[in-house]
């Protein structure tokens, strides 16, 4: 027979006020700094010319 499918168990809600948290369709995430089209272009070369996302992830 069917065993008892109903969840007594407690929910534990997210802390929203946290910094890092961001909720779904909340918005862009508050911005530290301007990136420099100098700074994309440097990462772009990386990206085409790193073997591995840990190889990127080191230089970047």
Do not use: W, Y
Request: with cysteine; glycine share 4%.
């Amino acid at each position: 027979m069917a065993a008892n499918l109903e969840d007594d168990g407690a929910v534990k809600l997210q802390n929203v006020s946290a910094q890092e948290f961001i909720p779904l369709f909340s918005g862009r995430p508050k911005r530290e700094k301007v990136i420099s089209k100098d700074d994309m272009m440097d990462l772009d070369i990386l990206l085409h010319t790193c073997d591995t996302v840990e190889a990127f992830l080191a230089k970047a």
